[in-house]
C-alpha cells in the first residue's frame, strides 16, 4: 500500500459520501500535495473535533511514508457545488 493508497482508506472510513471525494495529487520539488475535497456533510466527520482526526490522519501519513521520500502535505477541503 502506497502513502496515497492510505489516505484514501483513513478518509474513506469517516466519510459516509465516499462517492464524492475527490483527490487532487500535485508534486513540488520536495513535497507532494493531497487535497481531499469532500461533500460539506463529510466535512466535520473526517476532521473531527478540534481536529484531531486530520491531525491523527497527518501524523500516520508522515510516520507511514519512508524519510528519503517526498513529504507529504494533506489539505482538507469542502467541494464546491
Not at 487535497?35 to 466527520?45: N, Y
Not at 519512508?66 to 469542502?78: A, M, T
Amino acid at each position: 500500500m502506497d502513502t496515497l493508497q492510505l489516505i484514501k482508506y483513513i478518509v474513506e472510513r469517516f466519510a459516509e459520501k465516499t462517492e464524492e471525494i475527490e483527490y487532487k495529487v500535485e508534486e513540488k520539488d520536495n513535497a507532494v500535495e493531497v487535497d481531499v475535497l469532500l461533500a460539506p456533510s463529510d466535512m466535520g466527520k473526517v476532521i473531527g473535533k478540534q481536529g484531531k482526526i486530520a491531525k491523527a490522519l497527518r501524523t500516520l501519513v508522515n510516520a507511514y511514508t519512508p524519510r528519503e521520500s517526498k513529504k507529504y502535505v494533506i489539505e482538507i477541503k469542502e467541494k464546491e457545488a
